[in-house]
């Protein structure tokens, strides 16, 4: 006879039902982290294109208040940022007035987009 048992593996998710077993890495790279805000962005300027009344079509320029938290992830996906939102420049900036202020999981900054 063999028992076959299962237990959670540190940064594993293991799940099985009926003689079948998966496990799923679950640790976040530091890569990761910033691919998901950099998704999370392309998000929340579709909602500001649609709620600004923008054709899908329009080109647009997006500003946004830098943060130490999102910074590096806005550089390093860049060009899917704006490949994604048609937006033809994305600047960094220190402070944005009148802009709308995001907020996702433990970051909070605040966006501009104009034609």
């Not at 079948?20 to 998901?36: M, P, Q, Y």
């Not at 329009?58 to 390093?76: C, F, G, M, P, W």
């Not at 994305?90 to 605040?110: A, H, Q, V, Y």
Request: hydrophobic share 35%; aromatic share 4%; proline share 0%.
């Amino acid at each position: 006879d063999v028992e076959i048992t299962s237990q959670d593996i540190e940064g594993w998710l293991v799940a099985n039902s009926g003689g079948i077993t998966v496990a799923l890495d679950i640790t976040i790279s530091d890569e990761l982290r910033k691919e998901g805000i950099a998704r999370e962005l392309v998000n929340r300027i579709q909602n500001l294109r649609k709620d600004s009344g923008y054709d899908v079509t329009d080109k647009i320029t997006v500003s946004v208040e830098k943060n130490d938290k999102i910074n590096q992830a806005i550089l390093d996906n860049q060009d899917y940022i704006k490949s994604e939102t048609l937006t033809k420049e994305l600047i960094l900036l220190e402070s944005i007035e009148n802009g709308t202020i995001i907020e996702f999981d433990d970051i909070k900054t605040m966006i501009l987009i104009s034609k």
